[in-house]
């Protein structure tokens, strides 16, 4: 599943074979951006924002989010594409590399001065360079909703995803419908920034120290399971800031105790 971890290397592969070089194709295959043709102008970088990725080329933005399935892959000239090509959302090309986005999200070509327009809203991102655990913390200490809810909440935090809250709430022993509010936010978004970016090396994320198949998660994915560290069976439900947007929840009722002053958080524990 794309998170920031997973984006943030995306990008800087992308960045390491583009920057600097010319585009010979560029083929964009959503409405809105398909008529945009970047070719003959020079790849600036390509950077990733939150779960979002940017490629800046000459004064424009190619900006694109691979959401659950997307993704960029990286060919030689004439090598066959692993994935088929009704689902290729994008194609920059230079002489020696192509590059494909495959079932992207989001695809835009715009100018690089309206960035904001797509990305501005954003709350600090723990993989850039002005990370800003404060900013972070004091945004989810002002949202009134379930902590798991806020953490998912781009403009919080950008990066976090779904596996992310669930493993950070564990780690912590905060229960995901705590209000973020009656969190320690600093300690929480610290945690998820270290957490974030032991995994950069990839391509395997762990949460546990353990990187074997089936190793790596303390409690997601593993409803019905004993928990790793006090064998209390492990619960599952869903939450979401709407009901499109419900996200699998994943807790250990021992590890995680319920608000006992919420007799709804406490009844469903």
């Not at 939150?50 to 004439?78: F, N, Q, V």
């Not at 002489?95 to 992207?104: I, K, P, R, S, Y």
């Not at 781009?154 to 564990?170: H, K």
Request: proline residues 6%; charged residues 25%; positive net charge.
């Amino acid at each position: 599943m794309p998170e920031g971890d997973t984006v943030y290397r995306t990008a800087h592969h992308l960045h390491s074979v583009l920057a600097g070089s010319e585009i010979v194709r560029f083929d964009i295959r959503v409405p809105g951006s398909a008529t945009a043709d970047l070719s003959g102008q020079r790849v600036r970088e390509v950077v990733p924002r939150g779960k979002h990725i940017l490629h800046r080329i000459g004064d424009h933005t190619l900006h694109s989010h691979l959401k659950m399935e997307g993704a960029w892959h990286i060919y030689r000239p004439g090598t066959r594409w692993r994935a088929p090509a009704h689902a290729a959302r994008a194609i920059v090309a230079t002489a020696q590399w192509e590059t494909v986005g495959f079932d992207l999200a989001m695809v835009e070509v715009l100018p690089t001065r309206d960035e904001a327009r797509l990305v501005g809203h954003l709350g600090p991102d723990p993989l850039s360079d002005d990370w800003d655990a404060r900013e972070a913390a004091r945004r989810l200490n002002v949202d009134t909703r379930p902590v798991h809810v806020a953490l998912l909440d781009q403009r919080n935090v950008a990066g976090f995803g779904n596996e992310y809250a669930n493993e950070l709430l564990f780690v912590r022993g905060i229960h995901p419908e705590t209000p973020a509010t009656a969190v320690d936010a600093l300690a929480l978004v610290e945690l998820g920034a270290r957490m974030i970016r032991q995994n950069l090396p990839g391509p395997g994320r762990t949460f546990t120290g353990d990187s074997r198949a089936g190793r790596g998660t303390w409690v997601y994915g593993r409803e019905r399971r004993a928990c790793r560290r006090c064998g209390t069976t492990v619960r599952a439900t869903t939450l979401g800031a709407s009901p499109t947007s419900q996200r699998n929840v994943f807790w250990c009722p021992r590890c995680q105790p319920a608000v006992r002053d919420d007799p709804a958080t406490a009844a469903r524990s």
